[in-house]
């Protein structure tokens, strides 16, 4: 079973059999809440017993908060695992991928996939499970761009897709920005139709919740809806 908690935006908290994993983390207020307030104590989850590995995607601020250097000098067994674009301190210690790696981290396979925006996206596998979470790599469209910049959006996003052909995810994480109006479904909607993925929760909306819900109950989701889990506040609590 997957435990899985809303942090906001393109953040969540992943617990699993063996590891507590964290993606993207950007929200950091209050401080010293919890995950039920969508918030990160490493405290807490260094409690748990369970090796915690950070991820994060790329250096974008709604993506990459500082902070997670603060908890990983608090407690060295923290594992981080980052795009090799985040600048990194001096006295901090880190897994720095590129993309199109693959490698074997803290019990872990990881694979990075290029972004078509900034970063990586990761593949984590643990034991029997498989998460995808995709930072900022998406079918990004945008009106006010040419048609040359937006047909090579897609065409990096479906060749970046295509390396996940053949694999089961058991959880995917994948933008839904309603900013790209029309489009807001069309990376999602591919992912869906050309990957076996269990479930899937969307992103990347701010706090959108219910924009994205609204996209969702379109015809255009009707072939996958019963795999989508919605969310529908910060610090929400899915189980699977």
């Not at 994060?56 to 993506?63: A, G, K, W, Y």
Request: aromatic share 10%; hydrophobic share 40%.
């Amino acid at each position: 079973m997957l435990h899985v908690w809303y942090l906001c935006h393109s953040g969540f908290a992943v617990e699993t059999d063996r590891h507590f994993l964290v993606f993207d983390y950007w929200k950091d207020t209050p401080q010293g809440g919890s995950l039920a307030t969508g918030t990160v104590n490493p405290g807490d989850l260094a409690g748990t017993g369970k090796r915690v590995v950070v991820f994060v995607s790329h250096r974008h601020p709604d993506h990459f908060n500082p902070v997670i250097f603060d908890w990983k000098r608090q407690n060295p067994q923290i594992e981080l695992i980052l795009s090799d674009d985040i600048p990194l301190p001096g006295d901090i210690e880190a897994h720095m991928m590129s993309p199109d790696r693959i490698e074997r981290i803290a019990g872990l396979n990881v694979q990075t996939l290029s972004s078509n925006d900034e970063g990586v996206a990761f593949v984590v596998e643990d034991a029997k499970k498989r998460i995808f979470h995709a930072g900022d790599l998406n079918w990004w469209h945008w009106e006010s761009e040419p048609d040359a910049w937006n047909d090579e959006m897609k065409r990096l996003y479906i060749d970046e897709i295509s390396r996940l052909e053949g694999l089961s995810i058991d959880l995917a994480f994948f933008p839904a920005d309603p900013r790209l109006g029309r489009m807001a479904l069309a990376g999602l909607d591919y992912l869906m139709r050309n990957v076996t993925v269990k479930s899937v929760i969307p992103m990347h909306f701010w706090q959108g919740e219910r924009v994205v819900e609204t996209l969702v109950e379109g015809p255009a989701c009707k072939d996958y809806r019963d795999r989508i889990r919605l969310l529908t506040a910060r610090g929400q609590h899915i189980s699977l």
